[in-house]
């Protein structure tokens, strides 16, 4: 049993009990930058309950990661000091976070190379974080693979309790982002998850009384994605902070990367601040001023556009996630609009339906174990064979397209000839 030193009272798991490594990570400076980060982004704008930060969101990834690893324990051989080692690792996992979250991650996926996972990894290994888990008998290296879900010196099922479809991380957003934006998809009851949970062939498995549960949880998620992630009007405010930080980024050095007590400098309201205060000395640095002030005063973009597509594959995510496509569409229609481009956004996600596998792989099978006859029979069972699942296991493919409420019918008409007919992705001639 670990022995806890300290609490923090939760609003959605009640009272976290805390270790001393746990506590004294939590005390770092670079777990507290968590509280300055928004969890949803922009999303507070349409759902005002929705303030939570990342740091809540890591201090439950923690609490549950702990209750899953206790509860394999028995059967999976996992001692006291690995329950430590996974609930250190669910605490650290968000820590490389830039401001906004994810949509911070988009200018980053555009103007290099690194995640936030990466981000993770340098922080761990680069800071007194590093210091904190030595003093305290933890291998650095190992924490930092860890805390993104990929320790190769641990079996899988471990690091699918960091990263994966049934992870900690997908248990507690789900829960948390569900609480505080009032919107009801994401109460799910995870301690029956947790409960039928096992380990097959090294992976996380459900076994069948609990499939129910499972299911409860890809649907709650795919809910989730349509009800809040990739609601209209959210993506309509973090579209305008994500272009204004593109548009800024050379000015301010968003995602300079090489001086990383910098970039742990950029919080939510630190670079709003900065992107609001501009000085417009150039089109593109006025317009990234503009936006941030459009932004923080809710006045946004609106859509004229909009297609949804349910798919088995990843169609029309593969065609805009392709260099330099969204650029080239976004500079046709607003052509044929007869605007300027600037203030066309297209909009398309690259998520599934349902979560990612903690290598990032989509999450399209699961391991269930059947007990027949006293004997343990373990499927591997695709999501689309699945009663409930089925039916959404995919990609949600949505295509959005907005612009400036002037500009709303020139980009509507141009937007409706571009995307007209069934084929409308595939008429695209990029």
């Given at each position: 049993?670990?022995?806890?030193?300290?609490?923090?009272?939760?609003?959605?798991?009640?009272?976290?009990?805390?270790?001393?490594?746990?506590?004294d990570l939590v005390d770092t400076p670079f777990i507290q930058r968590l509280r300055r980060i928004h969890q949803?982004?922009?999303?507070?704008?349409?759902?005002?309950?929705?303030?939570h930060t990342r740091f809540e969101h890591v201090v439950g990834a923690m609490h549950l990661a702990g209750q899953i690893a206790e509860s394999l324990a028995p059967a999976a051989g996992i001692n006291h000091d690995q329950v430590q080692e996974v609930r250190v690792a669910a605490l650290l996992h968000d820590v490389g976070h830039g401001p906004f979250s994810h949509m911070y991650e988009e200018v980053l996926a555009e103007k290099t190379d690194t995640t936030h996972e990466d981000i993770t990894q340098r922080i761990v290994l680069e800071t007194s974080v590093r210091d904190v888990l030595e003093k305290n008998g933890f291998s650095a290296?190992?924490?930092?693979?860890?805390?993104?879900?990929?320790d190769s010196n641990s079996p899988p099922f471990m690091n699918e309790i960091i990263a994966g479809g049934l992870s900690a991380d997908i248990m507690d957003y789900l829960l948390r982002d569900s609480y505080f934006t009032g919107v009801e998809y994401g109460k799910v009851d995870v301690t029956r998850v947790i409960d039928s949970l096992q380990v097959a062939d090294g992976h996380l498995a459900i076994e069948d009384a609990g499939l129910y549960a499972f299911?409860?949880?890809?649907?709650?998620?795919?809910?989730m994605f349509k009800a809040v992630y990739f609601h209209r009007t959210v993506r309509a405010a973090e579209l305008m902070l994500v272009q204004s930080m593109k548009?800024?980024?050379?000015?301010?050095?968003?995602?300079?990367?090489?001086?990383?007590?910098?970039?742990?400098?950029l919080t939510d309201e630190i670079v709003l601040q900065r992107l609001a205060t501009l000085k417009p000395?150039?089109?593109?640095?006025?317009?990234?001023?503009?936006?941030?002030?459009?932004?923080?005063?809710?006045?946004?973009?609106?859509?004229?556009?909009?297609?949804?597509?349910?798919?088995?594959?990843?169609?029309?995510?593969?065609?805009f996630s392709k260099k330099g496509v969204r650029?080239?569409?976004?500079?046709?229609?607003?052509?044929?609009?007869?605007?300027?481009?600037?203030?066309?956004?297209?909009?398309?996600?690259?998520?599934?339906?349902?979560?990612?596998?903690?290598?990032r792989e989509a999450f399209v099978s699961v391991r269930?174990?059947?007990?027949?006859?006293?004997?343990?029979?373990?499927?591997?069972?695709?999501?689309?064979?699945?009663?409930?699942?089925?039916?959404?296991?995919?990609?949600?493919?949505?295509?959005?397209?907005?612009?400036?409420?002037?500009n709303r019918r020139r980009v509507e008409k141009a937007a409706l000839e571009m995307f007209r007919g069934k084929n409308f992705i595939t008429d695209i001639s990029v």
């Open positions: 049993m670990l022995k806890p030193v300290a609490e923090i009272r939760d609003p959605v798991h009640g009272y976290v009990k805390m270790t001393r490594v746990e506590r949803l982004a922009g999303s507070y704008l349409v759902y005002p309950g929705a303030v290296r190992k924490m930092s693979e860890f805390a993104v879900g990929k299911e409860a949880l890809l649907l709650a998620r795919y809910e548009l800024a980024d050379d000015t301010l050095g968003l995602t300079s990367l090489s001086d990383l007590s910098r970039y742990l400098e000395s150039t089109a593109g640095l006025k317009e990234a001023r503009s936006l941030a002030l459009d932004f923080r005063n809710r006045n946004l973009v609106k859509c004229a556009f909009e297609r949804v597509v349910q798919r088995k594959d990843q169609l029309v995510s593969n065609i650029t080239q569409v976004t500079a046709e229609l607003a052509e044929a609009a007869g605007v300027a481009k600037m203030h066309v956004f297209l909009d398309v996600p690259t998520t599934p339906s349902v979560p990612y596998t903690s290598s269930l174990v059947q007990v027949t006859g006293g004997r343990r029979v373990v499927k591997v069972v695709p999501l689309n064979e699945l009663s409930l699942v089925g039916s959404i296991a995919g990609f949600m493919d949505v295509l959005r397209v907005y612009t400036t409420k002037k």
